[in-house]
T-cell receptor
């Protein structure tokens, strides 16, 4: 029944060692999002994909990359993790983009998150 | 610069009483406001939303109130139940063509029997 699945749930990596977090969805949604949430802070959007169209937030560091090989899967790559990248990483999906006059319609569905620890 | 603020990190309420969670925002361009609920080890789940053109939306025990002039919204839970104990995130939507949500830092609600 799981709709948005994130693997692994916990990831430990070493300072500077590349790491990849995985997200998959069974909802067939067009849009997939990656958020970073540090302790006691708000989830912060890193980027999103609309189908294969990648959209980066202006303040997302270059160290963070993403891939979406198909509708179901999306990956978050951290090329050289620093201690400051330790956080919960949340993946979310939504059905489609919205037009200016559309209602709340489809909201975002979140996975359980992957907690990243950098040693 | 936080556009969505939840100033109370935690709230404790007795079962059966009302829980009121507050949220303030600064961006007048937000068109929808949402509340998400998060249990430990789970992702946030959508709870209730309100359009910026409304001032109240009700769904069962949950009611959200919006005061646009004060840029303030609140979530009321009546009556509160122990199963409502969770972290509640306020979020606001920027209508940029996709669902960009700006989140607050969350309020941890504890409902005691």
């Amino acid at each position: 029944d799981a709709m948005v699945i994130q693997n692994p749930r916990y990831q430990v990596t070493q300072f500077g060692k590349p790491v990849t977090l995985s997200c998959s969805q069974t909802l067939n949604h067009n849009v997939m999002y990656w958020y970073q949430q540090k302790s006691s802070q708000a989830p912060k959007l890193l980027f999103h994909y609309y189908d294969k169209d990648f959209n980066n937030e202006a303040d997302t560091p270059d160290n963070f990359q993403s891939r979406r090989p198909n509708t179901s899967f999306c990956f978050l790559d951290i090329r050289s993790p620093g201690l400051g990248d330790a956080a919960m990483y949340l993946c979310a999906t939504s059905r489609s983009r919205i037009t200016q006059f559309s209602g709340i319609g489809e909201t975002q569905y979140f996975g359980p998150g992957t907690r990243l620890l950098v040693l | 610069d936080q556009q969505v603020k939840q100033n109370s990190p935690s709230l404790s309420v007795q079962e059966g009483r009302i829980s009121i969670l507050n949220c303030d925002y600064t961006n007048s361009m937000f068109d929808y406001f949402l509340w998400y609920k998060k249990y430990p080890a789970e992702g946030p789940t959508f709870l209730i939303s309100i359009s910026s053109i409304k001032d109240k939306n009700e769904d069962g025990r949950f009611t959200v109130f919006l005061n646009k002039s004060a840029k303030h919204l609140s979530l009321h839970i009546v009556p509160s139940q122990p199963g409502d104990s969770a972290v509640y995130f306020c979020a606001a939507r920027e209508n940029t063509g996709f669902q960009k949500l700006v989140f607050g830092t969350g309020t941890r609600l504890l409902v005691s029997p």
